[in-house]
């Protein structure tokens, strides 16, 4: 699949078939996010995979009572590991450098998945401090998103875009 094919293609998926992924299939897609670039090459990206009903369901409990989490076979909740990036970059390296290059994993895992037949939700709505409880995630390592992973059950049309000739803006804003 183009990429570009992929980018287009990929929407946010809300249900999901129960098929279970394939371990191969998984980890190509969580290794299509540690090619993500990365400041420094510091890679501070974490994944926590859940496969656990219960788990999911504590997870989507946490996500703002967005049930719809735990009927995804597989949930991936994406950290970004402070310190790996603030050791290097300070305060910024802590708010910004960690956030942009976890993002920037998550984003390859969204179209990895995708390209591989899978649907996927970039889910931001969450409790973060609930969802490090559920999962025993350490202080110094943040929640980003939270990712469930299936088979879609659903095939929603494309959203409207904003015309680019509304946003670039050439040489000054």
Not at 13 to 18: D, E, N, T
Not at 22 to 42: F, H, K, Q, V, Y
Not at 104 to 124: D, E, F, R
């Amino acid at each position: 699949m183009d990429v570009l094919e992929a980018i287009r293609g990929r929407r946010s998926i809300r249900r999901f078939k129960s098929d279970p992924i394939p371990e191969d299939d998984l980890m190509r897609i969580l290794e299509a996010a540690t090619w993500a670039p990365s400041a420094g090459n510091c890679q501070p990206w974490e994944f926590v995979i859940v496969t656990d009903e219960e788990l999911k369901r504590e997870i989507a409990r946490a996500a703002l009572a967005q049930m719809w989490i735990s009927s995804a076979p597989v949930v991936i909740v994406v950290c970004a590991n402070i310190p790996r990036t603030s050791w290097r970059y300070g305060e910024r390296g802590r708010t910004l450098y960690c956030i942009q290059d976890t993002a920037a994993a998550i984003q390859n895992m969204l179209l990895a998945a995708y390209s591989l037949g899978y649907g996927t939700c970039w889910v931001g709505a969450f409790d973060e401090a609930g969802v490090k409880e559920v999962l025993r995630i350490p202080d110094n390592v943040r929640p980003v998103a939270i990712i469930p992973i299936g088979k879609p059950a659903e095939a929603p049309v494309a959203p409207p875009r904003i015309p680019l000739k509304e946003l670039v803006h050439w040489n000054k804003y």
